[in-house]
């Protein structure tokens, strides 16, 4: 399954189309023609095209599981990258959003005692980074593994904000846990490049999405969930009042269970502004046709609830009854925009996929928070300020934000996200087993069991099945012969066991195949007995007493072996975890995972030793997430039955 058509992304490039430059704001020359690269990712009769300008989703296109296997584009917008460009795009369709996105009272803000104004486009504010922001703009793109990476170079002073910043985004399509699912991935990161300057960044995209395609409906009947207990109310010119407002004390707002979208803006109508049942069953009725007092509707910030354990937390879903979208970030805020202004006044209609009206779409713009630029909040009370935008300084100079859209179209789904634990409780989902788990004993509870159950030799840190040991060496060695080990620029090759124990696997095969090797082990109890396990050959070897979760690796190597640890972590943890030991890997170095493995369910909690044995989807997702691709698949032969099934995995940088 780790090498099949049914896990592997296309990426196909598409004829370039070339442009005029009208520069857009950024002052470049009008005669230089712009070429815009358009991209295809494939993978699960699901297609996505991304395009350089703006960085953006142009078609999201679905294979529905109906008897005509009919095509769903479930993204709003131009039907083209020559439509998008002509129309100067003023819904902002499709795009990555920034410098700053979201709105900025009046424009003005205030870093370092210096004050900036933002060109204002939005009423009396300015809105996703100005008219000539990076949605406005043609980056760079070029092809990679599973998908596509667009960068583009903003430079200082661009739509009056201060440093010159990198900026890069990330797509790539990849299988969810499910058989028919996919995530498509957007990662978003900054560099600031200036050594003086300080300047806020709050990346967003903002495609507007309708599951069912065109639909005399509209996302009417689409039904939306919100994993928030607060959101930020508003003023009338869309400002964030600076307060956060309980769920609790506005059911209204309130998105925390699936609630279908048709029923929140008539709630809305009635209790928000003031309308009759009667006038919002007409406004429904007619969305062609203008509502006297202005479009009205759901445009606001949610506080994202926090969910340790989790690796990337769980945002919002939305669904009709064909397709489910789940969206997945690490950011602290979701805005929920339901297209209250589509249609409203006819701008920049040609070239679009259809006529769009109001609540024809609902966009999920995962951010920092709305108008929060600021640079020091220590005498400010409100909890707002803990979403408040990024400032990037010389000595803080990175900004990252990952999205992931998870699509899924089997009724069925669920089933690949369902798993136990050993005391035969049922969960749902992932996320309902870590929301049911104790993380601030999580770890120590580990710990405490191996004190108490694993004694200093190999039978004991096997948990009583050391009898297995010589055909797991031998499966381990077998797997790596045809790994190219590479060298430091001494020529030597370093490896490093991970969660090493006695250090069983250093002993029986890791020193075979390199000059020096690290043991990275929690418990100094056997920390301190792998030098005699190992004998003559521990003066090759450095011993270092270490939490997982909390190691920094200083070396670079050659290759860094994990079996039977990572069952220890959160999902976090392990994605953070990989991403370390990524970075120090020599060029074309690897990281062997070796872990227990189910077949029937997601997961499987051991309530007494508080580990996770996981899926080989729900693995593949981790190890995706971390920034690694698996180059070699194999299984463990010759367990005994009663084992779970083991898979030896060989990871590099994707």
């Known amino acids: 399954m780790f090498d099949s058509d049914d896990r592997r992304t296309t990426v196909t490039e598409m004829e370039p189309v070339q442009v005029e430059n009208d520069s857009s704001g950024d002052g470049d020359s009008h005669s230089c023609p712009i070429t815009i690269r358009t991209f295809a990712l494939q993978l699960r009769n699901t297609t996505v095209h991304v395009c350089s300008w703006g960085a953006g989703i142009l078609r999201f296109l679905v294979q529905q599981d109906d008897e005509q296997k009919s095509i769903v584009d479930i993204v ?27 709105r900025i009272a009046r424009g003005k803000f205030s870093l370092g005692g210096l004050h900036y104004q933002v060109p204002v486009n939005n009423g009396p504010n300015a809105l996703h980074g100005g008219p000539g922001g990076l949605s406005h703009r043609n980056w760079e793109a070029m092809g990679i593994e599973d998908g596509v990476r667009f960068t583009f170079l903003s430079p200082d002073g661009d739509q009056g904000f201060p440093g010159t910043v990198q900026f ?54 689409h039904s939306l969930q919100i994993n928030a207990d607060a959101y930020t109310p508003i003023n009338r010119d869309g400002i964030p009042t600076k307060l956060l407002q309980s ?15 048709q029923k929140a803006l ?40 926090q969910q340790p354990g989790m690796s990337l937390p769980r945002v919002s879903t939305l669904s009709c009854p064909f397709l ?22 006819g701008e920049s209609i040609h070239g679009m996929k259809e006529l769009y009206r109001r609540w024809d779409a609902v966009c999920l713009e995962t951010q920092h928070f709305p108008d929060s630029i600021c640079d020091d909040i220590s005498n400010l009370s409100s909890p707002f300020w ?14 990252s934000h990952t999205v992931a859209y998870q699509l899924e179209k089997s009724l069925t789904w669920q089933k690949a996200y369902q798993g136990s634990d050993t005391e035969g409780n049922k969960y749902d989902s992932i996320e309902a087993m870590w929301d049911d788990q104790d993380l ?24 009583g099945i050391g009898y297995i040991s010589d055909q797991d060496l031998k499966g381990s060695k077998e797997f790596c012969i045809d790994l190219d080990i590479p060298c430091d620029e001494d020529g030597r090759k370093w490896s490093c066991e991970v969660g090493a124990g006695i250090g069983r696997v250093t002993k029986g095969l890791l020193l075979d195949l390199v000059d020096r090797c690290d043991l990275i082990e929690s418990s100094s109890r056997l920390l301190q007995a792998a030098p005699d396990h190992i004998g003559s050959h521990a003066c090759r070897c450095r011993f270092y007493c270490h939490e997982l979760q909390e190691w920094k690796p200083s070396q670079k190597y050659s290759i860094i072996w994990i079996q039977w640890v990572l069952c220890y972590l959160t999902d976090k943890d392990i994605v953070e975890f990989l991403s370390r030991c990524s970075d120090r890997l020599l060029k074309n170095g690897w990281i062997i995972l070796k872990e227990n493995t189910c077949e029937n ?49 060989a990871l590099q940088r994707g």
């Open 76 to 102: 709003c917008g131009y039907q083209s990258v020559e439509d998008i460009h002509l129309s100067k795009n003023p819904y902002y369709f499709h795009s990555c959003v920034g410098r700053v996105a979201n």
């Open 168 to 221: 890069t985004a990330s797509y790539r399509l990849q299988p969810s846990l499910s058989d028919s699912g996919v995530t498509l991935q957007l990662h978003m990161e900054a560099l600031l490049l200036d050594d003086t300057s300080a300047t806020p960044i709050n990346m967003a995209h903002h495609s507007y999405f309708n599951l069912m395609g065109r639909s005399t409906s509209g996302i009417l009947e």
């Open 247 to 261: 769920l609790d004390d506005d059911p209204v707002m309130d998105f925390r269970y699936p609630r279908t979208l």
């Open 266 to 305: 008539h709630e809305y109508g009635v209790h928000k502004v003031g309308f009759s049942s009667m006038d919002i069953d007409c406004h429904m009725s007619d969305r062609d046709k203008p509502i006297s007092s202005g479009p009205y509707g759901i445009d606001h910030n949610y506080v994202v609830r």
């Open 324 to 345: 489910s979208l789940t969206i997945y970030s690490d950011t602290p805020g979701i805005q929920c925009y339901t297209a209250n202004y589509l249609g409203s006044d």
């Open 386 to 399: 803990k979403g408040k935008c990024p400032i990037l300084t010389p000595g803080h100079p990175q900004y």
């Open 440 to 463: 601030s004993t999580w770890y120590q509870r580990a710990k405490e069991w191996y004190e108490d159950n694993c004694d200093t030799t190999v039978d004991g840190v096997l948990g």
């Open 601 to 649: 369910e997601a997961f499987v909690v051991d309530v007494d030793d508080a580990s996770i044995t996981r899926s080989v989807p729900y693995w593949l997702d981790l190890i995706s997430k971390s920034g690694l691709r698996v180059r070699k698949m194999q299984w463990q032969n010759d367990f005994p039955d009663e084992i779970y099934p083991v898979p030896m995995l």
